[in-house]
């Protein structure tokens, strides 16, 4: 009796049970936390203190109760504005500063390629207080406010993304092929037109992937928008951090709107991987146009 194998079992290296059990377990292990936050996000304050999983009785009311116990509206506006802001700025100067290392020969490439590198090792952490001595000093010679304003954030925020941003470009551009530009060059296209007309429009892949790491570098951080922001200009991950600070000790915490705040401040993250998605594929898995 012959047996026959389709092309994918033939290549399997896995058995299907222990393929289908280790994406069971890790489905339970990414979305076990998820689901916890959820249900607590609807349950009473008393159970979730109490250790239950599932909700013993909904409390809707989380999620229209957080927007007045914590200044959440004020951070989310301030962080899109700010995270935006620094991802479209971040993608195309990385775009068109990756286009000058990659099709350009001069003096010094080398050494600014891979001092690129050697940013990405310095922890943020040994950074904080050169940069708020940095900021201040600024803004005494020239009589200015920038600690407290969004624009130190975003200083900042571009500063730390856009070495890795230029670098994801630095790899995708190399997959390019320099055929179509060549071809540009002979019909009397300039750099500029070649940079806006062939590179951008072939590279949005790539540039999506560095401007969703920008985004996301700022979305995520505390460290520096707790030192730098005011509460009219703090971010949702401060709003957050201020709001766990103030259930420290005392009554019962307010678990179920903590939950819920978390949940709305990681729902713009979801979207925004949800609308990318297909170009974080092609960023992530391809190195340009074959």
């Not at 990414?30 to 599932?54: E, Q």
């Not at 007309?197 to 992937?209: E, K, Q, R």
């Not at 991950?237 to 009554?251: D, M, N, P, R, S």
Request: hydrophobic share 55%; proline share 4%.
């Amino acid at each position: 009796m012959t047996v026959v194998r389709s092309s994918a079992d033939v290549h399997r290296l896995l058995p299907r049970w222990l393929i289908v059990t280790i994406i069971a377990v890790l489905l339970v292990i990414v979305l076990g936390p998820v689901l916890y936050m959820l249900f607590s996000s609807v349950n009473s304050d008393v159970s979730v203190a109490a250790g239950a999983f599932l909700p013993t009785e909904l409390h809707l009311d989380n999620y229209l109760k957080v927007w007045t116990t914590v200044d959440l509206g004020t951070g989310l506006a301030n962080s899109v504005l700010i995270c935006g802001a620094v991802a479209i700025v971040c993608a195309f100067l990385a775009v068109a500063t990756a286009y000058v290392l990659v099709r350009y020969e001069f003096r010094g490439r080398l050494s600014f390629l891979r001092g690129l590198l050697g940013l990405q090792s310095i922890p943020g952490t040994l950074m904080l207080l050169p940069v708020f001595v940095l900021f201040s000093s600024t803004a005494s010679l020239l009589g200015v406010q920038i600690i407290g304003t969004r624009w130190a954030v975003f200083i900042t925020y571009l500063t730390f993304a856009l070495p890795f941003s230029t670098w994801v470009m630095v790899t995708y551009l190399r997959g390019l092929p320099k055929a179509l530009e060549e071809a540009a060059r002979i019909d009397g296209a300039s750099s500029w037109r070649i940079l806006t007309g062939i590179v951008v429009p072939l590279s949005w892949p790539g540039i999506v992937v560095s401007g969703i790491f920008a985004f996301l570098l700022g979305w995520n951080d505390v460290l520096f928008a707790s030192v730098l922001t005011n509460p009219e200009t703090r971010t949702a991950a401060v709003a957050l951090q201020v709001f766990g600070a103030t259930q420290e000790g005392g009554a019962v915490p307010l678990y179920g709107q903590m939950m819920a705040a978390s949940l709305i401040c990681a729902l713009p993250v979801v979207v925004l991987y949800l609308v990318f998605q297909r170009y974080l594929v092609g960023g992530l898995t391809s190195g340009g146009v074959k």
